[in-house]
C-alpha cells in the first residue's frame, strides 16, 4: 500500500501562483497529478516517471512544472499563470509499476490522495 498526501492548494488570482506537494509513504514508479472540476471528468494533468520523463495536458503546458525528489519521495507541481479554468480539486496518484504510459488514464493509478483544493478567480 501506498499513502499519498497532498498538500498546498489555495485561493488565489488569475495570474497568480501555486504549489502543490504530495508526499508518498513508498516508493513509487510513475506519480502523477489529476484534477476534477464541479460536474466535470477527472483529467490528467501531468505525470512523471522515475525517469524524470514528464508529461503534461496541452491545457497546462508552458504554466506548470512537475517534479519529484526521489530520496524524499515527494512530488510537487508548481502552477504559475492561473486561469479560472484551473479551479478544480487536485489529486496526487501513483503507481508501482514501471512506466507512464497511458499516464493521463486514472484507471491506471491504484493509488490516490485525498486531494486539495485549488481555486483561482478572475
Known amino acids: 500500500q501506498v499513502q499519498l498526501v497532498e498538500s498546498g492548494g489555495g485561493s488565489v488570482q488569475a495570474g497568480g501562483s501555486l504549489r502543490l506537494s504530495c508526499a508518498a509513504s513508498?516508493?513509487?514508479?510513475?506519480m502523477g497529478w489529476f484534477r476534477q472540476a464541479p460536474g466535470k471528468e477527472r483529467e490528467g494533468v501531468a505525470s512523471?516517471?522515475?525517469?524524470?520523463?514528464?508529461n503534461y495536458a496541452d491545457s497546462v503546458k508552458g504554466r506548470f512544472t512537475i517534479s519529484q525528489d526521489n530520496a524524499k519521495r515527494t512530488l510537487n507541481l508548481q502552477m504559475n499563470s492561473l486561469k479560472s479554468e484551473d479551479t478544480a480539486m487536485y489529486y496526487c496518484?501513483?503507481?508501482?509499476?514501471?512506466?507512464?504510459?497511458?499516464?493521463?488514464?486514472?484507471?491506471?493509478?491504484?493509488?490516490w490522495g485525498q486531494g486539495t483544493q485549488v481555486t483561482v478567480s478572475s
Open positions: 496518484a501513483a503507481r508501482r509499476l514501471w512506466g507512464c504510459s497511458r499516464w493521463n488514464d486514472p484507471n491506471i493509478f491504484p493509488y
Open positions: 513508498a516508493y513509487t514508479f510513475c
Open positions: 512523471i516517471n522515475n525517469d524524470g520523463n514528464t
